[in-house]
Every structure is written in C-alpha cells, then in structure tokens.
C-alpha cells in the first residue's frame, strides 16, 4: 500500500489480539493500524474458514437472455461473496421506470444515479415487470443494452423490443454486470472457444485523495488526512483442466470445478523471488572503538523504503526483471491536470508540485505516469526523468517519448509518481539502469540504494518475479539501521553469525475462488456449470 505511513507493524505470526492505548504516550499511525488489521485478519480467518471455496449468494454465472445472441460474455449476478475470508459485493438496486415509450424503446426512470453509477450507452440492463395479480405475480423481463441516455429527461433508448412492457405493473430496471463489463478490470482477455473455468480474483489497492477527492473534508479546506484500502475484484478465466483427485464436485455432480488451493497453484510462481535488506557492514578496524561511517543507516529522517518489482519475468521467463525504489513507500503522487508530447517531448502540467522540498518534484526526478487503468491492469510503462520544471504554470517536462493513452484521461485519476532510484558504479554495488529507466535485478548482489542501506535478491537468476511484487524497509536514524528481521547460524568456520532473513514480497497478496465451468461455442449461448459454494443464508 503505497500510503505515508511510518511502518508497517501487524505480525500475524504474533497472535496478538488487540492494540492496547496507554495514557500520556505518543500517538502513531502504525499502532492504529495494526489495530485495523489485527481485527481484519481475525474476522477474514473466521470467513475463509467459513467458505474455504468461496461462498455467498452473488457472483452466480449465466448466459445473457439477449437478442442477437451473445457466445463470448456472461452475466455476473448480484449480491456478496466471500473469498479468502474478503466480502466482494456487486450492487445491482433496481430502480422504479415511471414512464415507457413502446415506439421509442425509450424507459423514464425514477433516478438517474443507482449504487453510486449513472446510466451510460452500452451497458446492459434488465427490466423486469408484474403481468398478473396473482400471489406470487407472474413477471416478465427482458434483456437490452442502452444505445441513447438523455439525462435532463432522465431517459434510456434501448436496442430491444420493449412491447411485452407495456401492460406490466411496478416495472424495475435494474443494471447488469457482465464479464467484459466488470468495473475493476479495463480489458478483459476475450474468452476463447471450449470451456474455461471461471474464477474470482480478489486484492487491496489503495486510495488517496488523488484517487477519490470525496476523502477530503470541505469544513477544512480539504486537507489530505487518511487514505482507505479498497478491495478489488476481478473475473478471469484459465483453460478448463481435467478433473483432479483433489477438486470437488459440483452440486449437481455433472461438473469438476478446480478449488481454491488449484487455482492458488496455477496462478502463483511456486518460486517466487525473495529479498534482503540491511545496512552496509563497516570495514574491520583493529580499534574497537572505532565505527566506519560507512557502517549503519546515515540518513537525516526516518524513511519507509519500498522497493518494487517494476517489470517482472512471471509472464514472459526471458524478459529481464527490473525494480524502482522510493524513501517514502512510493507516496509521493502529483495529480495530473493535462498531459501532451510537444514536438515528441512529454510535457505535463500538475495540480501541484508537491507541499515541501522533502515531498517535492526536482529535476533529474524518475517519475512513472499512472492511472487507474494502469493499476487495476497491474501494467507499467518505462520511467521518465524530469528535464525541467515551471512552477509557474506547474508544467513539467520529461525525457523520453510518450507511449499509450496513460495518464490522459482525467476521468481515470491519473497522477505522477516519483521513484528515487539513481544510476551508480555497478562494481562498488551501484544500480544499472535498463531500458524502462528501472533499476536491474542483479542476483545474490548486495545493490545500494542510499546512505548505508542496503538490498540482496538471492537465487534470484531461479526465481519468479512479479510486477508490483514489494517489500517495506523501515529505517531508523535512533538506531542507525533497518527493522528486518534477523536469523543466527554458523558460517564454515564454525562461528557464529546473525543475517538478514530472505522475505517473501509483502504484497501484493491475491486470493482466488472459482465460480463456474464455462463452454463458448461458435454462433451458441454460452454453457454454464455453477461450482459449489456455501451460501450463508441456507
């Protein structure tokens, strides 16, 4: 979670049970933070224990009731749904028609903004009416997709037939989630033909005010205060494998679905790449009293280092891994206003250039461009350097040529993000830079990033390496080191040594469930086999 926090402190290995505020003591960030996740991670266990597969009554898989017929999307059904102990939800709130058009196909509705989301051309919505008096009614419902909105008049144009409506009673519209319509994922891989098993897959991203301005309180001039986590769920699909010893059957006994820990398997690297952090051992001196300056953490603040995976090789083996690094856990964010190429020279203009010189854009800066495309895709592009900046206009003028549509688009948040890594004498633990302007994974190496502090990736020519995979290294000016944890052995010699333990990234952590067997067939409905799952209300 790239927000400016002091550090991390919640250890589930601990068990602590709750954060206990004493009176007369100093307030930090970390502690009531640890309390937050000391509960989530409590009420998360109990919920994954709950629904180890996933359970809830939403997310339930059809084909589309659509004319023409539809063979590479699905409906997404609404409601809750559990995954890795994470409540996933979709709000579908059925809204009241107050008028119909039969000539038109148009449909008046009684308000414009449902669940938060305004009606917009393209997307699918059901209606849904009562045909009888009878108890229970009987209905009628058809499927269309919304071709014109008119929104002073609060009215839809749909592409159907809507004349079996007209004698309906207490007709409601209400908006369909589909597979190639879901809100977290900017482009859905297209489904190919046979069958794919159908899977949730659930992570945390955060938010700051740049994301959603609603965080801000207007009563005070709307300064940045908290940020908020946000879970993020996304529908994807892998090629449907033959039934195995360890996979459950479904309800109905007519379908195979992978579990959880399967698709855990498959969609995690088995050797996922560590790293080591530490503060760069001084030179022997025959003086005991003597330390070399070069021997502990020599920066004038307390820093949280994030170091990232900036283009990792989980996809393609071959592909060179690169990370970037930040002294505030990559939180240094300046919200884009415009952005253009001049002559092939990206110039960007900002909402601000930052609050001091320590949170400040300088010259010679790396800087990625991001939105929320960029992050929900978990895509990156190559770091640009800052050639020049005008604080006049907030205009800033970068190295490199622009490539992509990244950062344009304001409805997507987009922003500048600032990265401290700098190029350095490979034989003395210098980065190289690549290509992208990120920093090279080297293995085994120790790598410098500054004023003492160090980082190692063993085995890592071996390992997998994700992008956005990250680790947080808390730096200590009181005690002139890092906080990571430590391990004792003995080396050949027999004596006995103390090193810094190879972590696992902190994140990010993703968790999976699987939702249904999916069969696409040329010109055909797609088929669909629910998997099994628990619903908390039966």
């Excluded at 977290?184 to 992570?203: F, I, R």
């Excluded at 040529?401 to 190029?423: F, I, M, N």
Aim: glycine share 8%; charged share 15%; net charge negative.
């Amino acid at each position: 979670m790239k927000a400016d926090v002091t550090r991390s402190s919640f250890d589930p290995l601990k068990h602590f049970s709750s954060v206990v505020m004493q009176q007369g003591r100093v307030q930090l960030d970390a502690d009531w933070n640890e309390q937050a996740a000391i509960l989530l991670h409590q009420i998360r266990a109990l919920a994954a224990w709950a629904f180890p597969s996933g359970g809830g009554s939403g997310f339930a898989i059809a084909p589309l009731d659509y004319k023409p017929l539809v063979s590479d999307d699905f409906a997404l059904g609404p409601g809750s749904f559990w995954v890795g102990g994470i409540l996933c939800e979709i709000e579908s709130t059925p809204v009241a028609v107050t008028s119909i058009n039969v000539a038109q196909k148009q449909l008046v509705v009684a308000a414009w903004t449902v669940d938060g989301i305004e009606f917009t051309k393209g997307q699918y919505v059901s209606v849904t009416g009562n045909t009888s008096s009878a108890t229970p009614p009987a209905t009628t419902t058809i499927t269309a997709a919304i071709t014109a909105i008119d929104y002073p008049n609060t009215t839809i144009t749909l592409d159907t037939d809507v004349t079996k409506l007209k004698s309906a009673k207490n007709l409601r519209l209400q908006r369909l989630v589909t597979y190639k319509s879901q809100p977290n994922v900017p482009a859905p891989p297209a489904l190919g033909t046979g069958s794919s098993q159908v899977y949730l897959d659930v992570w945390e991203r955060l938010i700051t005010y740049v994301v959603d301005d609603s965080i801000r309180e207007v009563a005070l001039n709307g300064p940045d205060t908290a940020a908020r986590t946000q879970v993020v769920w996304q529908v994807g699909a892998v090629s449907y494998q033959p039934p195995a010893a360890e996979q459950q059957l479904n309800v109905d006994q007519t379908v195979v679905c992978m579990t959880s820990q399967s698709l855990q398997t498959q969609l995690t690297p088995t050797n996922v790449g560590r790293m080591r952090a530490r503060t760069q051992p001084g030179e022997v001196s025959t003086d005991p009293c003597t330390i070399s300056p070069d021997s502990s953490y020599r920066g004038p603040e307390n820093q949280l280092y994030r170091v990232e995976v900036h283009d990792g090789n989980s996809v393609d083996s071959t592909q060179q891994v690169t990370f970037k690094w930040s002294r505030e856990n990559g939180a240094v964010v300046y919200p884009i206003v415009s952005i253009a190429s001049v002559n092939g020279v990206p110039k960007i203009t900002l909402a601000n250039l930052g609050r001091d010189d320590r949170f400040g854009l300088h010259t010679g800066d790396w800087v990625e461009i991001q939105d929320d495309d960029t992050v929900l895709s978990n895509t990156v592009g190559p770091l640009f350097q800052v050639q020049s900046i005008d604080s006049g206009s907030m205009t800033v003028t970068l190295s490199g040529k622009l490539s992509g549509s990244a950062g344009s688009d304001p409805a997507l948040h987009p922003l500048v993000r600032r990265w401290d890594q700098v190029a350095g004498d490979p034989a003395a633990g210098g980065l190289s830079l690549a290509a992208d302007n990120a920093a090279i994974l080297v293995a085994d190496a120790w790598l410098n990033l500054e004023d003492g502090v160090q980082v190692q990736f063993p085995g890592a020519s071996s390992a997998t390496f994700r992008t956005g995979d990250y680790w947080l290294i808390p730096a200590r000016v009181a005690t002139g080191d890092v906080v990571w944890p430590q391990e004792s052995g003995v080396d050949a010699q027999g004596n006995a040594v103390t090193n810094p333990v190879a972590q696992l990234p902190d994140g990010i952590v993703h968790f999976y469930a699987p939702l249904a067997v999916v069969t696409v067939a040329t010109n055909k409905a797609p088929t669909v086999a629910a998997c099994q799952r628990v619903d908390p209300g039966g």
